[in-house]
């Protein structure tokens, strides 16, 4: 039958038929008419639903995903517990031009006092994948949600989200915090900023529904866990909990996208070089001959033809209670950190070092855009969590128009908000205190030939240097980039990201120095030689 021209022929189509002799499958004439006027059904839209607690690495597989899936056109909901949705404007400022569209669910869970929203936001693209505009929906829950109503109204095939279809529910874990969660048995032996942390997931209502309701764990930041029967033993306690539950380890969130977009075909030759990516461990920032891209693939991602014909999978919801009002038993609250003027880079380590003790409560996420008074304006994306681990992670270079500012999202556990925000704003002072350490941490590099020292002026509170590798055996600088293939820059930035990662307080900032030459800028302290150790071996092993 030709498609209706007026709705006059719509309404003559349906006095046709006598809806007391009608066939139950029949009832709903909008249904129906679809299938008997344009005989087809409309398509169901494929959802991803990525969890996991807080600081696991949900934001960082999503940008994987969105960098690697070329042809597809994928939407993103993100939802953020704080006021704020730094997570939302991560994935705005770097890949806007390749979302099919970006909805930000803020101030609350996904799961109870903002789940009427999320419903909303679900239906709109669903309309709009009607329209073309995307054909897949990755949705990131915030890191304190459980997820049980909401894969609960996916699966529902009735309502707003009947054409919902619930394709993988991720589970994002970091295995080192997973790890320490498991050894703790009240040992007093473990330190302050491990109980803390630790004292939390054993508080949390929501740590193991997440973990309980996966098809697929993401079990990530095994980097950080260094002897692999600690991978077993990790596996072991997933295997207890979720049995029959895939496990993927990750780096970095890296992962062939297959395994999470569960409804894609590939050729042969695509899921050979993702399986390469992962067994390498390179990360998204890497670059250069050493690395792996997906651009020397030539092949594009296919949603399953038959999907839309494909039952909902059956996971069995009923041996879960619904969490009501889980964020106020947890006693999870967030607050927010705004300002325009820079930080100063050896207050904001004291910052570092005073949450390190407890001082304001069971702190266990920061997250957000920062800048310092030595960064020269540039911005970074701050991450804070796990183990009292700490990430920065260079900005692009901000529009001439747009002024730098500091945007904070502190997250924990019974945390005192005020003392938060009247210790953030303190650390805005140009006063820095002055320490003999800065003599003290020159001559300390200066005794290693591949470090270059940009720091004259002993009375500054830090001093800038970098990490030449090669070039310490008589190479120019311009040999090792052009003709060995060197990149100094990004050698400096993993330095940087090594010296951040280890587990003191210290603070490494990537300084762009000249518009060639990037360095790194740590702020001395008292303390500084608990620094040297780590930073001369990490230096070592990537030279």
């Given at each position: 039958?030709?498609?209706?021209?007026?709705?006059d022929?719509?309404?003559?189509?349906?006095?046709?038929?006598?809806?007391?002799?009608?066939?139950s499958?029949?009832?709903?004439?909008?249904?129906?008419?679809?299938?008997?006027?344009?005989?087809?059904?409309?398509?169901?839209?494929?959802?991803?639903?990525?969890?996991?607690?807080?600081?696991?690495g949900?934001?960082?597989?999503?940008?994987?995903?969105?960098?690697?899936?070329?042809?597809?056109?994928?939407?993103?909901a993100?939802?953020?517990?704080?006021?704020?949705?730094?997570?939302?404007?991560?994935?705005?400022?770097?890949?806007?031009?390749?979302?099919?569209?970006?909805?930000?669910?803020?101030?609350?869970?996904?799961?109870?006092?903002?789940?009427?929203?999320?419903?909303?936001?679900?239906?709109?693209?669903?309309?709009?994948?009607?329209?073309?505009?995307?054909?897949?929906?990755?949705?990131?829950?915030?890191?304190?949600?459980?997820?049980?109503?909401?894969?609960?109204?996916?699966?529902?095939?009735?309502?707003?989200?009947?054409?919902a279809?619930?394709?993988?529910?991720?589970?994002?874990?970091d295995?080192?915090?997973?790890?320490?969660?498991?050894?703790?048995?009240?040992?007093s032996?473990?330190?302050?900023?491990?109980?803390?942390?630790?004292?939390?997931?054993?508080?949390?209502?929501?740590?193991?529904?997440?973990?309980?309701?996966?098809?697929?764990?993401?079990?990530?930041?095994?980097?950080?866990?260094?002897?692999?029967?600690?991978?077993?033993?990790?596996?072991?306690?997933?295997?207890?909990?979720?049995?029959?539950?895939?496990?993927?380890?990750?780096?970095?969130?890296?992962?062939p996208?297959?395994?999470?977009?569960?409804?894609?075909?590939f050729?042969?030759?695509?899921?050979?070089?993702?399986?390469?990516?992962?067994?390498?461990?390179?990360?998204?920032?890497?670059?250069?001959?050493?690395?792996?891209?997906?651009?020397?693939?030539?092949?594009?991602?296919?949603?399953?033809?038959?999907?839309?014909?494909?039952?909902?999978?059956?996971?069995?919801l009923?041996?879960?209670?619904?969490?009501?009002?889980?964020?106020?038993?947890?006693a999870?609250?967030?607050?927010?950190?705004?300002?325009?003027?820079?930080?100063?880079?050896s207050?904001?380590?004291?910052?570092?070092?005073?949450?390190?003790?407890?001082?304001?409560?069971?702190?266990?996420?920061?997250?957000?855009?920062?800048?310092?008074?030595?960064?020269?304006?540039?911005?970074?994306?701050?991450?804070f969590?796990?183990?009292?681990?700490?990430?920065?992670?260079?900005?692009?270079?901000?529009?001439?128009?747009?002024?730098?500012?500091?945007?904070l999202?502190?997250?924990?556990?019974?945390?005192?908000?005020?003392?938060?925000?009247?210790?953030?704003?303190?650390?805005?002072?140009?006063?820095?205190?002055?320490?003999?350490?800065?003599?003290?941490l020159?001559?300390?590099?200066?005794?290693?030939?591949?470090?270059?020292i940009?720091?004259?002026?002993?009375?500054?509170?830090?001093?800038?240097?970098?990490?030449?590798?090669?070039?310490?055996?008589?190479?120019?600088?311009?040999?090792?980039?052009?003709?060995?293939?060197?990149?100094?820059?990004?050698?400096?930035?993993d330095?940087?990201?090594?010296?951040?990662m280890?587990?003191?307080?210290?603070?490494?900032?990537?300084?762009?120095?000249?518009?060639s030459?990037?360095?790194?800028?740590?702020?001395?302290?008292?303390?500084?030689?608990?620094?040297?150790?780590?930073?001369?071996?990490s230096?070592?092993?990537?030279?």
């Amino acid at each position: 039958m030709k498609n209706p021209k007026n709705q006059d022929f719509l309404i003559t189509h349906y006095l046709k038929y006598d809806l007391e002799f009608m066939d139950s499958d029949k009832v709903n004439l909008f249904d129906y008419h679809e299938r008997m006027v344009w005989n087809q059904r409309k398509k169901n839209l494929p959802v991803t639903l990525v969890t996991g607690f807080l600081g696991s690495g949900k934001t960082t597989l999503l940008q994987h995903i969105l960098s690697q899936k070329r042809n597809l056109k994928i939407a993103v909901a993100v939802n953020d517990l704080a006021q704020i949705n730094i997570d939302s404007q991560i994935l705005e400022r770097k890949y806007k031009a390749t979302i099919g569209a970006l909805k930000d669910v803020s101030d609350g869970c996904a799961c109870c006092n903002k789940h009427a929203i999320f419903q909303d936001y679900v239906w709109q693209d669903i309309q709009q994948m009607d329209d073309g505009k995307f054909d897949y929906l990755l949705v990131e829950t915030s890191g304190v949600t459980d997820p049980l109503s909401i894969i609960a109204s996916l699966e529902k095939n009735f309502g707003k989200l009947f054409r919902a279809h619930l394709d993988t529910v991720v589970t994002v874990l970091d295995a080192d915090t997973t790890l320490m969660y498991i050894q703790d048995q009240g040992d007093s032996s473990a330190k302050s900023d491990e109980l803390s942390f630790n004292e939390v997931l054993k508080h949390s209502s929501v740590f193991l529904s997440q973990i309980k309701l996966a098809d697929v764990i993401l079990l990530n930041k095994t980097d950080l866990v260094d002897k692999q029967e600690d991978l077993q033993i990790i596996n072991e306690f997933l295997a207890g909990i979720a049995p029959g539950v895939r496990v993927i380890p990750a780096k970095y969130g890296i992962v062939p996208i297959h395994s999470v977009l569960g409804n894609l075909n590939f050729d042969h030759l695509e899921i050979l070089f993702l399986k390469l990516h992962v067994s390498l461990g390179v990360t998204p920032s890497e670059s250069g001959p050493g690395a792996v891209s997906h651009d020397r693939v030539i092949g594009e991602f296919k949603i399953n033809a038959h999907y839309s014909e494909m039952p909902a999978k059956q996971r069995n919801l009923s041996s879960i209670e619904p969490n009501i009002d889980h964020l106020a038993k947890d006693a999870i609250s967030s607050t927010v950190f705004t300002h325009f003027d820079p930080f100063s880079h050896s207050l904001f380590q004291e910052f570092l070092k005073s949450i390190r003790a407890g001082k304001f409560g069971r702190i266990i996420r920061i997250k957000g855009t920062i800048w310092f008074q030595n960064s020269n304006g540039r911005t970074y994306t701050f991450n804070f969590s796990g183990r009292m681990r700490f990430d920065l992670e260079l900005d692009p270079i901000l529009h001439i128009k747009q002024q730098p500012k500091n945007q904070l999202v502190v997250i924990g556990m019974n945390i005192d908000e005020n003392s938060i925000l009247k210790a953030l704003s303190e650390c805005l002072s140009d006063q820095h205190p002055v320490h003999q350490s800065c003599k003290e941490l020159i001559s300390a590099l200066q005794q290693h030939t591949m470090f270059e020292i940009f720091t004259q002026d002993i009375t500054q509170p830090f001093v800038l240097f970098r990490l030449l590798g090669v070039v310490e055996f008589g190479i120019t600088i311009d040999q090792a980039e052009n003709e060995y293939r060197i990149n100094l820059n990004q050698m400096n930035l993993d330095l940087a990201r090594a010296i951040n990662m280890g587990k003191t307080h210290h603070i490494a900032i990537p300084i762009q120095f000249t518009e060639s030459v990037l360095c790194i800028g740590i702020a001395v302290d008292g303390e500084y030689s608990k620094i040297v150790p780590g930073l001369i071996e990490s230096a070592e092993r990537l030279k």
